[in-house]
């Protein structure tokens, strides 16, 4: 719908809005094209294509979130963790991201905090989880690119985010659809909290 480089670009209508927070290239727009089974969202395989805080306006009927129709925004945040142009483009994201979060009076802040399933232990994504947590963003975790691992490793993995993170994390791959149902019922979940 719109994209914003400031927090003044921020949708100010009644909407709930799901932030998608996550390392670069952990597959945010991708997910957000799972999703809505259509290529809404830009993607690529370089990282740090994500410049700006783009929102996307859902209007679900029924479904995995439950009856009736409803409508949110997913928003696609800037990633963390790299950026084209070095260190000052990285604090320029940096306070996209949180420029985002500290101006938004109308709702209580929430999100989904990606993470790659096949790396589960990386500073970045705990600090992520720490900063979230500093803001007061009622956050859900989200293991991503979970088709990529065996059924061992997805158990080793998911157990390891749980104890490293603090929170139990939602499998869910873009590519095969797996764990889609479940997250549109979270988002649905997430949206009610700050209707």
Same mark, same amino acid.
């Given at each position: 719908?719109? !994209?914003? =480089?400031? /927090?003044?670009?921020?949708?100010?209508?009644?909407? *709930?809005?799901? +932030? $998608?927070?996550?390392?670069?290239?952990?597959?945010?727009?991708?997910?957000?094209?799972?999703?809505?089974?259509?290529?809404?969202?830009?993607?690529?395989?370089?990282?740090?294509?994500?410049?700006?805080?783009?929102?996307?306006?859902?209007?679900?009927?029924?479904?995995?979130?439950?009856?009736?129709?409803?409508?949110?925004?997913?928003?696609?945040?800037?990633?963390?963790?790299?950026?084209?142009?070095?260190?000052?483009?990285?604090?320029?994201?940096? !306070?996209? =991201?949180? /420029?985002?979060?500290?101006?938004?009076?109308?709702? *209580?802040?929430? +999100? $989904?905090?990606?993470?790659?399933?096949?790396?589960?232990?990386?500073?970045?994504?705990?600090?992520?989880?720490?900063?979230?947590?500093?803001?007061?963003?009622?956050?859900?975790?989200?293991?991503?690119?979970?088709?990529?691992?065996?059924?061992?490793?997805?158990?080793?993995?998911?157990?390891?985010?749980?104890?490293?993170?603090?929170?139990?994390?939602?499998?869910?791959?873009?590519?095969?659809?797996?764990?889609?149902?479940?997250?549109?019922?979270?988002?649905?979940?997430? /949206?009610?909290?700050?209707?």
């Amino acid at each position: 719908m719109t !994209s914003a =480089a400031r /927090a003044d670009g921020v949708p100010r209508d009644e909407l *709930p809005r799901i +932030a $998608l927070a996550g390392r670069s290239n952990v597959g945010k727009s991708s997910l957000i094209n799972a999703l809505c089974r259509a290529k809404i969202a830009r993607t690529s395989a370089a990282p740090g294509k994500t410049r700006l805080v783009n929102f996307y306006r859902v209007t679900v009927e029924g479904g995995p979130g439950g009856p009736g129709r409803w409508s949110a925004y997913l928003v696609d945040l800037p990633g963390y963790g790299y950026a084209r142009g070095g260190p000052e483009a990285a604090a320029e994201l940096a !306070s996209v =991201a949180e /420029a985002y979060f500290a101006d938004d009076e109308q709702q *209580p802040p929430t +999100a $989904l905090l990606l993470v790659d399933s096949r790396h589960p232990e990386l500073r970045a994504d705990a600090a992520a989880a720490a900063w979230l947590k500093r803001l007061g963003v009622e956050t859900r975790l989200v293991a991503t690119k979970i088709d990529k691992l065996s059924r061992t490793e997805r158990a080793r993995n998911l157990g390891t985010l749980e104890q490293s993170l603090g929170m139990s994390a939602l499998p869910v791959s873009a590519a095969s659809g797996e764990g889609m149902d479940e997250l549109w019922r979270t988002i649905a979940r997430l /949206a009610r909290t700050v209707e």
